[in-house]
Each structure stands twice: as structure tokens, then as C-alpha cells.
């Protein structure tokens, strides 16, 4: 079975440019997460998102914006770049068995970095 | 709102000898707890949970968690290190019910040497 495959693994923007990043989870999946990681603020939780609708959300700025397909699919956007929002960005999946507690399964990320 | 603290930043530990990450949560409401693994220019990978039942729970690669309630703590122990165990431990809470969003500590850095 395959893992939770994002694209692009790295990739470098200019200041005031946008990026859209993209995630597959694991098939059957229905539940994807975002998070953001800093050597600063460590990691973070984005946004959550289970069947096509936002489920959760952390406290970031509106430049940071997501959404989920109909096949599970995932990407995250971040608009107006700034050097802060350089940082290795996790989608995760897992199922969503009623009351949590489920395993949420990492990809190995996508580093961008902001010049 | 739930937060995780990790003290300890850095654990340096010789080869086969034990260790224990520390890791204290804080929450209102009812809390399933993780630990989990970050190899170098990887992913997260999950080492334990505990959700409810029996308040050790194991993992496969020799790695054990207490959960202790009235202490607010959920430390993660390995009796015999190896090299291969160096890597970043992230303890991680999230709400009953809550979805599957992760609040994450700062993580603790193992360093296991010769």
C-alpha cells in the first residue's frame, strides 16, 4: 500500500510569489492535515480537511489556504510568500473512525524555501 | 486548547544503555497521546499511542509509554538504546473526539553514541 506521497519534495520562491503544494494519502483515506514545520515554532497544524470540507484549522494567517477533492486528494496554497514561510510543510492522512484517536500517517514533505 | 511540553531539547545516550524522553501535556478535555519519530530529511512516523485500557503501551521496536494521569504525563522509554534510534521524538496530544488534528511538543533530540 502506498504512503502519503507529496509534491514537490523542494522547491524555491521569490518573496510576494504564491505556491501550491499537492498531497495523495494513503487509499481509503478520507481525513488529510497540513502542517508546518520551523527550527522556531516547530510543528504546527495547519488545516484538516475530510471529505472536501474543512474540519479544522489552525491559527494562521488567510494567505494559507487548502482544499481537498473528491478523490481525497489534497493541496495547500500559501499566497503573498514571505522569508517566514520557509519550512518543510506535512500532509498527513489517516481514517476517521468516529471519537479520534486514529494513526495519522506523515509524508516526507515538501521543503520550501522563500528568497 | 491543549499544549505539550518536552523539556529536554537533547538526550545524548551511549549505545545499549536506557533512556527516557520526558513529556508532560496540559489539557481541559479528555486526550489521546502519541509519540512520534523523525528521521533526518523525513517524515513522521508513529512509535506508540495510547488511547485508553492499559496505561503502557509498547511499541514494536522495543520503545514502551507510561500514561500517567494524575501527573499530566505520557514518558517514553527505551531500556537498551541503538544507533540506529538516533532521530527527533515529537510527543503529540489530540482532543477525544477532536478530530485528528495533533498538538505537537518541540520535540527532543536523541543522540545515541558509541
Known amino acids: 500500500k502506498a504512503g502519503v506521497t507529496q509534491t514537490p519534495r523542494y522547491l524555491i520562491k521569490t518573496r510576494g510569489q504564491q505556491v501550491t503544494l499537492s498531497c495523495s494519502p494513503i487509499?481509503?483515506?478520507?481525513?488529510v492535515s497540513w502542517y508546518q514545520q520551523t527550527p522556531g515554532q516547530g510543528l504546527q497544524f495547519l488545516f484538516e480537511?475530510?471529505?472536501?470540507?474543512?474540519?479544522n484549522k489552525g491559527n494562521f494567517p488567510g494567505r494559507f489556504s487548502g482544499r481537498q477533492f473528491s478523490n481525497s486528494r489534497s493541496e495547500m496554497n500559501v499566497s503573498t510568500l514571505e522569508l517566514g514561510d520557509s519550512a518543510l510543510y506535512l500532509c498527513?492522512?489517516?481514517?476517521?473512525?468516529?471519537?479520534?484517536?486514529?494513526?495519522?500517517?506523515f509524508g516526507e514533505g515538501s521543503w520550501l524555501t522563500v528568497v | 486548547a491543549q499544549s505539550v511540553t518536552q523539556l529536554d531539547s537533547q538526550v545524548p545516550v551511549f549505545e545499549e544503555a536506557p533512556v527516557e524522553l520526558r513529556c508532560n501535556y496540559s489539557?481541559?478535555?479528555?486526550?489521546?497521546l502519541f509519540w512520534y519519530v523523525q528521521y533526518p530529511n523525513q517524515g513522521l512516523q508513529l512509535l506508540l499511542k495510547?488511547?485508553?485500557?492499559?496505561?503502557l503501551v509498547e511499541s514494536i521496536n522495543g520503545f514502551e509509554a507510561e500514561f500517567n494521569k494524575s501527573q499530566t504525563s505520557f514518558h517514553l522509554r527505551k531500556p537498551s538504546v541503538h544507533i540506529s534510534d538516533t532521530a527527533e521524538y515529537f510527543c503529540?496530544?489530540?482532543?477525544?473526539?477532536?478530530?485528528?488534528?495533533?498538538?505537537f511538543g518541540t520535540g527532543t533530540q536523541l543522540k545515541v553514541e558509541l
Open positions: 498527513a492522512s489517516s481514517s476517521s473512525r468516529e471519537g479520534g484517536g486514529n494513526t495519522i500517517y
Open positions: 487509499s481509503g483515506h478520507r481525513s
Open positions: 480537511y475530510f471529505s472536501e470540507t474543512q474540519r
Open positions: 489539557s481541559s478535555v479528555s486526550v489521546y
Open positions: 495510547y488511547l485508553s485500557g492499559s496505561t
Open positions: 503529540a496530544v489530540s482532543e477525544t473526539g477532536g478530530g485528528n488534528k495533533l498538538t
